[in-house]
Each structure stands twice: as structure tokens, then as C-alpha cells.
């Protein structure tokens, strides 16, 4: 079967769908080798069935997804994706049995229809088993005015900075460490925490 890989022409096709859910690697206990691209199943609009009943969310074919660079070997980051949102992106072979998700359609909106994804309704997005965490909460009043700072509480701060006493004219620094001239070792305050040339601290922002 010819593929997409290398080239973009004629062949080359998007798609918009929507994400399964239940249907997501970690809720189906994916091993490792299958975790690749936190695969996910998707149902596309005119191609596949509007409904589970004439087709269920588990023979949707599954959908790799394309990450940034950051995700590369040395990093594991999961996408986020989960479930219930609508996705863009494109089918690496002509027989359209290999797509890739490129972007998501973000949504902030909190109401929802269902909470399984069925006839391509708006998914509550706290679904198969996911709780809301600390940086989803949706409920409360928007954040007033920015606060004020008092310059004269923030001057008053009472800061311990550790401290030893040498003659500067007796060192030199490298790679920001002061070191003693005479010994070539590096010098240490009285924690035995290295003296590096920006060991002073001005709290006063106004100097």
C-alpha cells in the first residue's frame, strides 16, 4: 500500500474528528510497546458511522499523535488527549488506515451533552475515569484587580544570607565560583555552601 511518508502532494488528507472515549491507551491497560503516541481511536465524520450503535467506539481505528520536538527520546510527556474532543489531522496512506493527530480544538466551555461520546455530542471532559485535577477547577469568581505591593513591607523583608569573610583582592572567579589565589580552592560561606560572585542580594528595587 503506498503511504505519505516523505512527501506531501495530491494524497495528502486532512480529517476533523472526534476523540473515543474509553477508548484511550491508559484506560485500556496498553502495555509499553503500544503506548507509542498515546494512541488514541477517533470517529470522523462521513467516514465512519454517527452512532455506537452502528458502530461502536472500540472498532474505531486507532490514531497516533504528533507531538513537538520536546517529546523526543530523552522525554516522556503524555498529549492529553483523553477523550471527547474534536481533533484535526491527516492520514499518512492513500488507503486512509493510518491517521495522525496534529492539533486539538481546544474547548473551554464546562457544559456537555453526554459523558460517552455518541453522535458526535459535546463529551463532559472529566470522562472515563478522570477526576479533575487542581489546574481544571472551573468553579469560583474571576481574579479582581492585581494586588498592590507595599514597598515598604518588601524593603522590611528579613532575609539570612550566609556570609564569609575573605579579602577579595585574594580571589578570582570562574564560571561564577570565587576561588582563593594562593590555594586555588573554592571558597565557602559559613554552611560550607560555595561563594559565587552573586552571593550579595539588594532588596531595595528602587537602587
Known sequence: MKNNLGTIGNNYKWFIAQVATNQNEVVKGGKWP????????????????????????????????AKSTVHGAKNYVS???WGGEWVIGFFMDEGEQQPVITHVLNNNLPSYEVNK?????????????????NHQVTTGQASGEQTEINKEDFLNLEVEVPTAAFDKRNTYT????????KSGQALTDDTGALLTDDSTINLDPSS
Do not use: C
Not at 494512541?39 to 458502530?55: D, L
Not at 461520546?117 to 485535577?133: E, H, L, Q, T
Open 34 to 65: 503500544d503506548m507509542h503516541g498515546d494512541r488514541v481511536k477517533i470517529r470522523i465524520p462521513g467516514k465512519h458511522p454517527k452512532t455506537n450503535a452502528e458502530t461502536s467506539d472500540s472498532d474505531l481505528p486507532w490514531a497516533i499523535v
Open 79 to 81: 498529549s492529553g488527549i
Open 117 to 133: 461520546s455518541d453522535s458526535f455530542k459535546r463529551v463532559n471532559r472529566y470522562n472515563s475515569g478522570m477526576k479533575p485535577g
Open 174 to 181: 570562574t564560571n561564577g565560583i570565587i576561588y582563593d589565589i
